[in-house]
């Protein structure tokens, strides 16, 4: 097992109103597993990939990364549990604004230092989804499909035996939504490597072993 959720609960607190997102949640996600999670806007995905890759706390329940429990870990600790182990995708990419689409790619390897070994990766990894000739261009000059893309061979670049994605084919037309899903394959095979995805798109939510509906603050198996 590469991460696991136990009792989960999560509320937020707003003057009067106590909404509770996340109510005794549990996840577990395996090795080479593809798991995809659905669920209304405003229903907690991107809460719940936040808990699940240590960037946000949940109020109960545990966090378990390789069998170890991260919830109460200092966060030093973690930030580097999440370079080696965890890839992310966000909802708003969040990338390095002042560096290139190829320097961000490269970032989490520059950051635990084997950047030289993944170089020609890189260029390899920016072929497969067509944006060889975007390299060297800033996120400020790339489109907003273009740059979910770049946020997505970032996540995968340092091989972490997780990637958790939110809504990654979000703003992107139906041949590089089917590009990235066959991006996603790829890694999942190749790489072994698991991926949870939120979603809001059939065909994304189809590609998953198991598949999950987000309701209630629960997640419900589907079929
Ligand atoms: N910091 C916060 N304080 C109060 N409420 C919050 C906070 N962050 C999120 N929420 C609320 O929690 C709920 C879950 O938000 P979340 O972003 O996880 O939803 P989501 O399923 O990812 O939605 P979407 O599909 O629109 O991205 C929403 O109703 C949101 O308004
Ligand atoms: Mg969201």
């Given at each position: ?15 009067e109103?106590t ?28 809460t719940?990939?936040?808990i ?21 870990l200092?966060?030093i ?29 490269l ?11 993944k ?22 000059e ?9 946020a ?8 972490p ?18 590009k990235m ?5 790829k ?7 698991s ?14 072993h ?13 079929g």
């Amino acid at each position: 097992m590469i991460l696991e959720a136990k009792n989960i609960n999560k509320t937020y607190e707003n003057g009067e109103n106590t909404l509770c997102v996340l109510d005794e949640l549990n996840l577990t996600v395996d090795k080479s597993e593809i798991i995809t999670i659905m669920g209304e806007s405003g229903s907690g995905k991107s809460t719940l990939l936040n808990i699940l890759g240590t960037l946000d706390h949940p109020d109960k329940g545990e966090v378990y990364i390789q069998g170890k429990n991260v919830t109460t870990l200092p966060e030093i600790e973690l930030a580097e549990l999440r370079n080696c182990h965890i890839g992310f995708v966000f909802q708003f990419h969040h990338l390095l604004p002042e560096f290139t689409a190829y320097e961000n790619i490269l970032m989490p390897a520059m950051i635990s230092g084997n950047e030289a070994e993944k170089r020609k990766e890189v260029d390899d990894l920016l072929a497969f989804v067509d944006l060889g000739n975007r390299k060297n261009h800033l996120p400020s000059e790339l489109s907003g499909g273009e740059r979910l893309r770049i946020a997505v061979l970032r996540s995968m670049i340092n091989r972490p035996e997780v990637i958790l994605a939110d809504e990654p084919t979000g703003n992107l037309d139906a041949k590089n939504a089917k590009k990235m899903i066959d991006l996603f394959h790829k890694i999942n095979q190749e790489y072994e490597q698991s991926i949870v995805i939120t979603t809001h798109s059939q065909e994304v939510g189809a590609i998953g072993h198991r598949q999950f509906d987000l309701m209630n603050g629960k997640l419900q198996g589907k079929g």
